[in-house]
């Protein structure tokens, strides 16, 4: 991305989006936050440009790009599960939403961050190039795989995930490069017990009243008015009560509403957060990350892009859905 981006902000703006969405759909968009904003941090000091727009399209694509596939989002998973959908049906229904919302996302940042754009980036990289990781590379590639192969034979997608997960780890400690007790952090122990912790606390909220305030607002059916409404109210769910709990409540309340009604959920799951610093946990941890590299978020700035391109991601997405459900017949 340096060496392509130099005296070229915009060429590395297109870089980023294309990176973090790979990487979000590939490796989940905790990945995103932790993994490349540190990287978009340095490559925008090595280059003398301005961070901001690089910066912010880690966080906004971490949520916007976790849509194509079950694995890319926590929420994703759930819903996958109560949906019904193969994996390969999942993203053959979410790569059309996945594009247009990516694409709506690119043309408001070149707007909203044009004046960081012109700035320009003057300093040449350095020295060779780093070492491609290939192992990685291939098992990531063959875990993928596993994940069509697995939902194919109606295996529960977690095994090829830990097969994965194993075979890294492995290499690894083979290669002394992490320790038994270093994997055991890894695997965060504490988030895994928080997860069914939250789904018992959001039953209990729905079983207690919040179903039936909410059915009341679910509109039944496939239609375009339809979608947009279930999206719509998600993505005002997940911003109230983040959209973790946010999808344990609904999903109840839509897997028997049509073939659309779970997707146009995950859009406004995974689109809405980006409006506020609630909205999902890994907006939280982007934020924080942002502040260790003494880095300060403005909460009127961070609000006013989302209002720029949440409402605008969500409906042309929805309306993609839209065409991809008539386009696949369903």
Request: hydrophobic share 60%; aromatic share 6%; glycine share 6%.
């Amino acid at each position: 991305m340096a060496r392509a981006g130099v005296g070229r902000p915009r060429r590395l703006l297109v870089q980023v989006f294309v990176s973090a969405s790979v990487i979000t759909a590939v490796l989940s968009l905790d990945a995103t936050v932790v993994l490349l904003t540190p990287v978009v941090f340095a490559t925008a000091a090595r280059l003398g440009a301005r961070p901001k727009p690089h910066v912010y399209a880690c966080t906004h694509l971490s949520n916007t790009a976790s849509l194509l596939l079950p694995v890319s989002n926590l929420t994703n998973l759930l819903a996958f599960a109560a949906s019904g959908l193969s994996f390969t049906r999942f993203a053959e229904l979410m790569v059309l939403p996945w594009l247009v919302a990516i694409g709506v996302e690119y043309v408001v940042f070149r707007r909203f961050f044009a004046a960081d754009l012109d700035a320009g980036a003057q300093a040449a990289p350095s020295g060779e190039p780093p070492e491609l990781p290939l192992f990685a590379l291939v098992v990531v590639a063959c875990t993928l795989a596993g994940f069509v192969v697995t939902s194919a034979l109606g295996v529960n997608p977690a095994w090829a995930a830990a097969a994965g997960a194993l075979v890294l780890a492995a290499r690894a400690l083979a290669q002394r490069r992490t320790t038994s007790s270093a994997l055991v952090l890894a695997s965060a122990i504490p988030f895994l017990a928080f997860v069914p912790a939250l789904g018992i606390v959001v039953r209990a909220v729905v079983d207690n009243g919040l179903d039936d305030a909410l059915g009341h607002l679910i509109p039944d059916g496939s239609s375009l008015p339809a979608l947009l409404a279930v999206a719509v109210l998600a993505a005002v769910l997940a911003n109230v009560i983040n959209n973790l709990p946010a999808v344990l409540v609904l999903l109840p309340l839509t897997t028997q509403l049509g073939p659309g009604a779970v997707p146009a959920v995950l859009l406004g799951m995974n689109i809405g957060p980006n409006l506020t610093y609630a909205g999902s946990l890994a907006t939280l941890l982007w934020r924080r990350i942002v502040r260790e590299h003494d880095t300060e978020v403005e909460l009127a700035e961070f609000t006013r892009l989302g209002l720029y391109t949440v409402p605008a991601a969500l409906a042309c997405s929805v309306v993609a859905l839209w065409a991809a459900l008539h386009l696949t017949g369903t």
